[in-house]
């Protein structure tokens, strides 16, 4: 969380923020504005927009994202700080959605995250689930991450993906043989698939994939910068496959490039 001491923050309602604001639209089609003291210079804001692969941008059209420097969840209603404010902080949250219509306005808190990986990570999760709900999950991509899941591929990409997954396959029964049968010929337990949380499993891996690889076109990121303490992070090998396969549905645009890359950790 940001440091920084100043006056008081000013308050508006967030309806107010969107009837004040200028949205821009990047060359992908995202519409997005800047609002108040927020921790990202233009520059690099503009290009955080633009690295979202016209594919995934295409779903986003009846929304628009607001960087601000921090949305306060109030009851029902949205405020928004023009600064960071310490006092405000208890009610401050990383993003809050506001339904105007048929439009949907996201509001990113900047100044509760440190840098601009943080900040781009947050977004960039929004775009994955906004994009997700709309279009729905790639069979291509289930099929592989299935495969993934099948050959005991180690950890996951976030605590959802991790219990969604537990759950699709933590259950086991043996195989409906008789109890004379399983004497004379012992089979190993069969695993049962719980086809809901399957489903939910595949839905988050895949918004979890689409966020982390146009995290990786906005910046080089060092993989175990996403290590969480709740869950073991799933291995290198398993998601540079993943997001290949993400790479070859949702090309990256003109003057952005995926690559990756290994390295021994010393």
């Not at 895949?206 to 291995?235: G, M």
Request: hydrophobic fraction near 40%; aromatic fraction near 10%; charge should be negative.
């Amino acid at each position: 969380m940001s440091s920084r001491t100043q006056a008081p923050a000013q308050t508006r309602r967030a309806e107010d923020v969107v009837r004040a604001g200028q949205v821009t639209q990047a060359p992908n089609g995202v519409c997005y504005s800047s609002v108040g003291d927020v921790t990202i210079d233009a520059a690099d804001l503009e290009r955080l927009v633009a690295a979202v692969p016209r594919g995934i941008a295409g779903s986003l059209d009846r929304k628009a994202y607001y960087f601000v420097p921090m949305a306060l969840a109030e009851d029902d209603a949205t405020q928004i700080a023009d600064t960071y404010d310490v006092a405000l902080a208890d009610k401050a949250v990383c993003h809050r959605n506001l339904t105007l219509g048929e439009s949907q306005c996201v509001f990113i808190s900047t100044s509760l995250m440190e840098d601009k990986f943080s900040v781009a990570f947050e977004f960039y999760i929004n775009v994955g689930h906004a994009f997700v709900e709309r279009a729905g999950v790639s069979q291509d991509f289930a099929d592989l991450v299935w495969k993934q899941v099948e050959a005991g591929a180690r950890g996951e990409t976030s605590l959802d993906a991790h219990e969604y997954r537990r759950r699709a396959v933590g259950r086991t029964q043996d195989s409906g043989a008789s109890d004379s049968e399983q004497k004379q010929s012992p089979r190993t337990p069969v695993k049962v698939v719980d086809e809901k949380a399957k489903s939910s499993y595949l839905t988050t891996v895949f918004s979890d994939a689409i966020a982390i690889y146009i995290l990786s076109l906005y910046l080089d990121v060092d993989y175990y910068d996403l290590r969480e303490r709740e869950y073991t992070l799933l291995a290198p090998k398993a998601l540079a496959e993943r997001l290949r396969k993400i790479a070859q549905l949702f090309p990256a645009n003109p003057g952005f490039e995926f690559s990756v890359f290994y390295r021994r950790r010393t």
